[in-house]
Structures are given as structure tokens and as C-alpha cells.
């Protein structure tokens, strides 16, 4: 079975654009996790979706958005990028039973590396 | 404010013996913790969880022990193979449950042969 995927791999934008990240779950999870990758830091929580709805946020400014699909994948967009916006974008999954109201095993993907210059 | 802290970046372990890596959390909400491995290019890979009513969980090669008064927690790896070598990530969460996990900065692991 295929695991988490995340496209693109890598991508290099410039100050004050505009970029989406794409994940799709692992097949039969329902809950998608963004966590945000800085060098040298650990990930940190950036949304989660279940059923297509926002069910938890980190502590990230409103250029940070995402949405969940009817077939579970998701987007993450980041607008106006600054240069601190320069790390690694991983996605997780995971079943979603009980609404996503236990704390379930996450199973992350490869991640997209995104560099702002 | 690093709620999880793993203050030693790097442990270097010889093969066969038993490694440990320490975790410190501060808040006290945490009701679950988990630890992950990271490889290069790779995302983290969840190794083994325990939740604050165990003070131990054994999983094969590795456990985990929580001393709750404390806010401390450890992962034993023994014997320590080669191709553990990894960065390793603690993290916690607290109800709500909303999947929301707290990392910290990890521990990079080598295992010499």
C-alpha cells in the first residue's frame, strides 16, 4: 500500500509569493496533520483536518490555510512567503476514528522542502 | 517556549550496547507521549507511545519510561544496531485530542559499529 505522499518534492519561491503544498493520505485515513520543519527545530503543528473540517490550528499567522477534499487529500497554501517560511512542509495521516477525538498514530510523509529566497 | 525539551543534540553509542535518550516536558497537560524516528530525506517514523497512566511500555528493542513527577521521560534502545542511527523526536499531546503533537529538536543518534 502506498504511504503518505506529498508533491512537489522541493520548490523555490521568491519574497511575497504565493505557494500550495499537496498531500494525500494514506488510503481509509480520514485526518490530515501540516506540521512546519525548520532546520535544526523540531516539527511543529501547524493545522489538522477531519472530514473536511479544521479541527485544530497551531500557532501560525493567517497567510497559513489549508483545506481537506471529499477523497481526504489535502492543501496547505502559504501566501505573501517570507524568508522565515523556508523549511520543510511534512504532512501526516491518520485513521480518524472516534472524530479524531484520541490520539491516534500519525503515520508523515517525505515532506516538501521549500526555499524562499 | 520549547514545551518538550531534548537537551543532548547528539548521542554517539556502540553497537550492541544500550543507548538512552532523555526527554523533559514542561507542561503538564501532556497525557501522551510519543517518540519518532527520523532518517534522512525521510519523514518520522513513529517507533513507541505510552500514555501518563504507565510509568513503562517495551516495545521489542526499545522502551519507553515516564516518571510523571519528574515530567521526564526516556527511550532505552538495547542491543543498539547500526541502522538505528537516526534523529529522534519526543513529542506530546493533551486533550482535546486534535492530533496536535509537540515535538522537540531531537536527538541525533549514531550507532558505531
Known amino acids: 500500500d502506498a504511504g503518505v505522499t506529498q508533491s512537489p518534492t522541493h520548490l523555490i519561491k521568491t519574497r511575497g509569493q504565493q505557494v500550495t503544498l499537496r498531500c494525500s493520505p494514506i488510503?481509509?485515513?480520514?485526518?490530515v496533520s501540516w506540521y512546519q520543519q525548520v532546520l535544526g527545530q523540531g516539527p511543529q503543528f501547524i493545522f489538522q483536518y477531519y472530514e473536511k473540517e479544521e479541527r485544530g490550528r497551531g500557532n501560525f499567522p493567517d497567510r497559513f490555510s489549508a483545506r481537506q477534499f471529499p477523497n481526504y487529500s489535502s492543501e496547505l497554501n502559504v501566501n505573501a512567503l517570507l524568508l522565515g517560511d523556508s523549511a520543510l512542509y511534512l504532512c501526516a495521516s491518520s485513521l480518524g476514528l472516534a472524530g479524531g477525538q484520541t490520539q491516534e498514530t500519525q503515520y508523515f510523509g517525505p515532506g516538501t522542502r521549500l526555499l524562499v529566497l | 517556549d520549547q514545551q518538550v525539551k531534548q537537551n543532548s543534540p547528539s548521542l554517539s553509542v556502540q553497537e550492541g550496547r544500550i543507548s538512552i535518550l532523555n526527554c523533559d516536558y514542561t507542561n503538564s497537560m501532556f497525557d501522551y507521549f510519543l517518540w519518532y524516528k527520523k532518517y534522512p530525506a525521510e519523514g518520522p517514523t513513529f517507533l513507541i507511545s505510552?500514555?501518563?497512566?504507565?510509568d513503562k511500555n517495551e516495545d521489542g528493542r526499545f522502551t519507553v519510561f515516564l516518571n510523571k513527577s519528574a515530567k521526564h521521560l526516556s527511550l532505552h534502545i538495547v542491543p543498539s544496531q547500526p541502522g538505528d542511527s537516526a534523529v529522534y523526536f519526543c513529542a506530546a499531546s493533551a486533550k482535546p485530542r486534535n492530533q496536535k503533537v509537540t515535538f522537540g529538536i531531537g536527538t541525533k543518534l549514531q550507532v558505531i559499529p
Open positions: 488510503s481509509g485515513h480520514k485526518s
Open positions: 505510552i500514555s501518563s497512566i504507565k
